[in-house]
């Protein structure tokens, strides 16, 4: 066996890693040794490329893995729970920003590699990066999470993508020269990435970031294109198909298309036409009666939604649920697909609460269990358990898959306020005979609630 | 250097159809840390990132180091946030 045999043996090895790895991430039992086997499959990666007997400048590379692992750490370490999809953006773009690199290094370079292949490797990282720049200011609230549009947006974007297919065939005619073509594609992919995530609107963040996810996957296999290897196209590809399946998810659970979200611009404006608004009957009540509800009840399903993360109230609704349950009451949670802002985002933030696993339910096993259910309670949910997305088909959410809370003999409803969700819909479960609401802060309104169901 | 371009297209084609199985199986629950996880893989860039180090001309020797530095987060950072989050996940008990 020569040298390269060796190399690419290594490489098959860390690629098996790779895929054992998120084999075993398909339970929570399995999935923290899943996540270390991968590492170790990218510790051999990292080991065959280094054993390959190239020149390689030492120094360099001890600053540059030193200076990425200090960085790495700081942001793994400090980052909170709530913002996950941020960080998730931001690793996004690296990964796009190091192909992308990759991509001009090899061209500045003269790598005899194909100029299509760099180019097109360069476009996809730029793209990815940019866009995930974007994404990130927008979840952070550096730029507006409403979906920015203007007339023509979308005409600009297909003519920056039109004139990158011209370019590359300006380059096959030998119109232009090579330097002037792979400058201007850099531009132009970063004016993409900014032009397609900018009209996206915050409801869809968690379709942006899957798919950015997919990208820059992508973009690493443009990367093994680029230098032949095998690894990076396997784990690129891998990483390319996860971020689509998740994009298809996040898709389905708001009942929209992939072109629907990027082109539709939902969210823009917020012209929603208050005067057929139908009269509902709202029936407030105190944590003392939510309490004594509860008190009767047997089976109790919580119903989170992001903004109990963000009132950082998931800690004082496990401690409810606990006090339930040590009542002899059968507690579950109900999570929507899209109940936080990246996918499975909810889970995580219950799971930092000590909420165990296996209470968590989605969709589709908890929807049956509302009709033997006696207090559904819902906590900062809204769109997703409107029964208009069932029956109205005039309703900006018509057809979205959403908990059937109605089915529960009581449903207690917990908001700051009237004003409507996300998709800016008022949600006629409010005027429901068996919905009462609790207005107030969560976590305020939770510790009450606590306290009362102590007592009582 | 002479690149088999079907040979790679194979690789790519078999492995998207790979992970499309494998990451189908992962539920709802896992699917913030398979990102994050998923995330931490795509920073097998670096192994470009050190080949590109190796590159002729200082410019592309310091592209090179900024692709590592980029790469480098991301694979330290994923692998490391992906195994906190999964601490997390406790069975009841």
Same mark, same amino acid.
């Given at each position: ?456 | ?27 709802? @629950? $896992?699917? !913030?840390? /398979? ?8 920073? +097998?860039?670096? #192994? =470009?990132?050190? &080949? ?5 001309? @200082? $410019?592309? !020797?310091? /592209? ?8 480098? +987060?991301?694979? #330290? =950072?994923?692998? &490391? ?13």
């Amino acid at each position: 066996m020569n040298q390269t045999d060796i190399q690419n043996l290594l490489y098959l090895i860390s690629a098996i890693g790779f895929i054992v790895g998120i084999k075993r991430l398909s339970h929570p039992r399995t999935a923290r040794s899943g996540n270390f086997l991968a590492s170790l499959g990218m510790l051999v990666a990292i080991i065959a490329t280094l054993t390959s007997g190239a020149d390689f400048d030492w120094k360099l590379i001890g600053l540059g893995v030193g200076i990425g692992s200090i960085l790495g750490v700081m942001i793994a370490v400090r980052v909170q729970m709530t913002q996950m999809p941020q960080m998730v953006a931001i690793f996004n773009g690296l990964g796009g920003a190091a192909s992308a690199f990759v991509a001009s290094a090899a061209y500045i370079s003269g790598s005899d590699s194909s100029y299509i292949i760099m180019c097109m490797s360069l476009f996809i990282g730029t793209l990815t990066f940019s866009g995930s720049f974007i994404a990130f200011g927008k979840l952070q609230g550096f730029i507006s999470g409403r979906a920015i549009t203007f007339t023509g947006q979308q005409a600009m974007n297909a003519l920056i993508f039109g004139s990158i297919i011209a370019l590359l065939i300006a380059h096959n005619l030998s119109l232009l020269p090579n330097d002037t073509i792979f400058y201007t594609i850099t531009v132009l992919a970063l004016m993409l990435g900014i032009g397609l995530t900018i009209p996206i609107g915050g409801a869809d963040m968690p379709v942006v970031i899957s798919l950015l996810n997919s990208y820059s996957g992508i973009a690493a296999a443009a990367t093994g294109f680029l230098l032949d290897n095998n690894a990076l196209i396997i784990s690129g590809s891998l990483v390319g198909a996860s971020g689509l399946i998740l994009t298809n998810i996040m898709c389905k659970g708001m009942n929209r298309s992939l072109a629907n979200v990027i082109f539709g611009a939902v969210g823009a404006v917020s012209s929603i036409d208050n005067s057929d608004q139908k009269e509902m009957n709202i029936k407030s009540y105190s944590t003392t009666e939510a309490a004594m509800i509860l008190d009767a009840a047997e089976k109790i399903i919580i119903v989170p939604g992001y903004g109990l993360a963000v009132a950082q109230a998931q800690h004082v609704a496990r401690e409810v649920a606990d006090t339930l349950e040590a009542q002899g009451k059968k507690v579950l949670y109900a999570i929507h697909p899209v109940a936080g802002r990246m996918p499975g985002h909810m889970n995580v933030l219950l799971a930092e609460a000590n909420v165990p696993y296996d209470l968590l339910k989605d969709l589709d096993e908890i929807n049956p269990e509302f009709e033997d259910c006696d207090v559904a309670l819902i906590l900062g949910a809204n769109d997703v358990v409107n029964p208009a997305a069932r029956h109205d088909k005039s309703s900006p959410i018509y057809g979205m898959p959403i908990l059937n809370v109605d089915k529960s003999r009581t449903v207690i409803i917990n908001k700051r306020s009237m004003n409507p969700g996300f998709a800016g819909v008022q949600n006629e479960l409010f005027g429901y005979d068996n919905s009462i609401m609790v207005f107030g802060d969560a976590k305020d309104m939770l510790n009450d609630l606590l306290k009362e169901i102590k007592e009582l | 250097m002479e690149v088999n371009i079907i040979n790679l297209i194979t690789i790519f084609i078999l492995a998207v159809f790979v992970g499309n199985e494998i990451i189908n199986k992962v539920p709802p @629950t $896992l699917h !913030t840390p /398979l990102m994050s996880g998923s995330n931490a893989i795509s920073g +097998i860039a670096i #192994v =470009g990132a050190l &080949l590109a180090i190796t590159m002729d001309g @200082t $410019l592309g !020797t310091y /592209l090179g180091l900024a692709a590592l530095i980029c790469a480098t +987060i991301n694979v #330290v =950072g994923g692998f &490391l946030v992906t195994d906190r989050m999964l601490k997390m996940f406790k069975k009841k008990r």
